[in-house]
């Protein structure tokens, strides 16, 4: 795969197909002015790696965070409450699936053609189905939006009813609920156009959450999905040999900021099983990437790297990052 001579179009679907998960921070990024213009030029330079994968004709789909996008849109409809009808979190879930599909999507196109790459690319908005007696669906751990001081942090708890904690040593940040996803709705229309070649942007944000009522029907939750999970749902269900999961570091670390600190490159399920049940990766950072690479892996399948930005290929091709093997 790694180097190999490209396959027609025709031969595209003999292909690997890896899932590949940008971290909204990609996007959004940390000591940057906040603005769309700012969003689509780093929108842009996020897809080296991934344009890379294309040339060598994987199969793609892209998934991508939502967290400050989401957040700062809650804020927008807290600031507009008495102004503009309220909106719940499934449904700026699924504003920020469009949105930032659109700004991936538009990226995209536009790097293919200049590069003389034909592929079709699309944005499908994703409902991921939860279990509303699922604990999660009703105890908030999920950090989004912006940080906060203290002071501010208290303020907003009490005139805005927000459930705030300390997000690391970096300040405090608002909390909502996040269910463990178990089902795209939308996977069989996902397989069937990646199959084909086209180059999928879903699950944006992780998804949106829902359930099945008694009815039936689907029915939103109030709530937001680990995008990891969601991508290693949409990975597992449309049958995907890779899971790609892309952060601001090159390396999953063991012993992360001690004097022992041990970068990680090829393991396997088992070890990286008991590193977790070690505690060396927590809820806030590395842990829900481990929890997705678990989940695939168990689920059949065959390898998921994490690494950086710009080593996307190289990790798939055994060159860098970190790379979890079934045992």
């Excluded at 689509?40 to 060598?56: C, H, M, P, Q, Y």
């Excluded at 507009?80 to 879930?93: Q, W």
């Amino acid at each position: 795969m790694c180097g190999t001579p490209r396959l027609r179009d025709s031969q595209m679907s003999l292909k690997k197909t890896a899932v590949v998960a940008l971290g909204g921070n990609a996007i959004t990024r940390a000591g940057e002015e906040d603005t769309i213009y700012r969003q689509f030029a780093n929108t842009r330079k996020s897809l080296d790696g991934i344009v890379e994968l294309i040339r060598e004709g994987y199969n793609l789909v892209i998934t991508h965070g939502n967290g400050p996008q989401v957040g700062n849109a809650l804020l927008r409809c807290e600031l507009a409450r008495d102004k503009a009808p309220y909106l719940p979190l499934g449904v700026l879930v699924a504003d920020t699936e469009g949105g930032m599909g659109y700004m991936i999507e538009q990226s995209l196109q536009n790097r293919l053609r200049a590069e003389g790459i034909n592929r079709p690319v699309v944005t499908i908005i994703t409902q991921m189905l939860c279990d509303e007696k699922d604990p999660a669906t009703h105890n908030p751990t999920k950090f989004i939006g912006q940080f906060y001081n203290e002071q501010q942090a208290k303020e907003y708890s009490e005139t805005r009813g927000w459930q705030m904690r300390t997000d690391a040593d970096r300040g405090w940040r608002r909390v909502v609920p996040s269910p463990v996803p178990y089902r795209a709705v939308e996977s069989e229309t996902i397989k069937t156009l990646v199959e084909a070649g086209t180059i999928v942007i879903a699950a944006g944000g992780g998804g949106i959450p829902i359930y099945i009522d008694e009815k039936g029907n689907y029915e939103g939750i109030d709530a937001v999905i680990d995008k990891d999970l969601g991508s290693a749902v949409v990975a597992s269900e449309i049958g995907a040999e890779i899971l790609s999961i892309l952060t601001p570091v090159s390396n999953v670390f063991i012993n992360f900021g001690k004097p022992d600190q041990k970068a990680l490159e090829r393991v396997t399920l088992s070890e990286v099983k008991a590193h977790y049940g070690q505690g060396q990766f927590p809820a806030g950072s590395m842990g829900p990437k481990i929890r997705a690479a678990i989940r695939f892996l168990e689920g059949g399948g065959k390898l998921v790297t994490i690494t950086s930005l710009e080593n996307a290929l190289t990790a798939i091709c055994g060159k860098a990052g970190t790379r979890i093997v079934p045992d």
